[in-house]
């Protein structure tokens, strides 16, 4: 088991490589929060402790928050999973608020 540092830098899809992405845009995520990943690192199960005063070094202007999981797999792994887990969760919450908006245009009187 190791420890491995998450932040959301490195989900960004905006973000470029030398600007800190670690994975490629095919799996990357826009404007990754820190809640996010903490809800998705959760969601899989992962054994982990979350900094949300901690500023990415190349922002250290903006204080993002890290994560940091102790797993077997690998980065790269852990990172797509994460993000295709955000990336589900952000679906079903648009699917929620959308069935939600339908629900309630129903027929006044």
Same mark, same amino acid.
């Given at each position: 088991?190791?420890?491995?540092?998450?932040?959301? &830098? %490195? +989900?960004? /899809?905006? $973000?470029? +490589?030398?600007?800190?992405? #670690?994975? /490629?845009?095919?799996? !990357?995520?826009?404007?990754? =929060? &820190?809640?996010?990943i903490?809800? !998705?690192t959760? #969601?899989?199960? %992962?054994?982990? %402790?979350?900094?949300?005063?901690? !500023? %990415?070094?190349? @922002?250290?202007?903006?204080?993002?928050?890290?994560?940091i999981?102790?797993?077997?797999e690998? $980065? $790269?792994?852990i +990172? &797509?999973?994460? /993000?295709?887990?955000?990336?589900?969760? =952000? @679906?079903? =919450?648009? @699917?929620?608020? /959308?069935?939600?908006?339908?629900?309630?245009?129903?027929?006044? =009187?």
């Open positions: 088991m190791k420890e491995v540092m998450i932040w959301p &830098i %490195y +989900l960004d /899809s905006e $973000k470029s +490589l030398n600007e800190g992405r #670690k994975i /490629s845009k095919e799996y !990357a995520i826009p404007e990754p =929060r &820190i809640k996010e903490v809800k !998705a959760q #969601k899989l199960r %992962y054994k982990y %402790y979350a900094e949300e005063d901690k !500023a %990415y070094p190349g @922002e250290w202007y903006e204080k993002s928050g890290r994560v999981i102790t797993s077997d690998s $980065k $790269k792994e +990172l &797509i999973n994460l /993000s295709n887990t955000i990336k589900e969760m =952000r @679906e079903m =919450r648009k @699917e929620n608020r /959308s069935s939600n908006k339908k629900g309630k245009k129903g027929k006044r =009187r």
